[in-house]
Nanobody
Framework: VQLQASGGGLVQAGGSLRLSCAASGISFSRSAMGWYRQAPGKQRELVAAISSGGNTNYADSVKGRFTISRDNAKNTVYLQMNGLKPEDTAVYYC?????????????????WGQGTQVTVSS
């Protein structure tokens, strides 16, 4: 199993980035996927999730700014991040849920990707 995240980088506040996560070794179209992030000195937090059927769930801090989507033909999940703020600076991780329920406070996660750094300058 491999979850290969890409698309991170350095951007100014107010800018945009799109993260991609290419999955292999899983039944992608039947999998709920998501993005977590971890800022320095903080715990990992769920950013966004998408079920196999396309239902989505977002952290309150990113609602209206971030959009999660998926392309089952490409086995890829995306995170479009607009209106970036310095507090969005973190390592972003792609994850695969154990089931298809994306609203649990403590999700059950099968796999984590390697992470991609997002840095937002003020």
């Amino acid at each position: 199993v491999q979850l290969q995240a890409s698309g991170g980088g350095l951007v100014q506040a107010g800018g945009s980035l799109r993260l991609s996560c290419a999955a292999s070794g899983i039944s992608f179209s039947r999998s709920a996927m998501g993005w977590y992030r971890q800022a320095p000195g903080k715990q990992r937090e769920l950013v966004a999730a998408i079920s196999s059927g396309g239902n989505t769930n977002y952290a309150d801090s990113v609602k209206g700014r971030f959009t999660i989507s998926r392309d089952n033909a490409k086995n890829t999940v995306y995170l479009q991040m607009n209106g970036l703020k310095p507090e969005d600076t973190a390592v972003y991780y792609c994850i695969k849920y154990s089931g298809n329920y994306i609203y649990a406070r403590v999700p059950s996660i099968d796999y984590w990707g390697q992470g991609t750094q997002v840095t937002v300058s003020s």
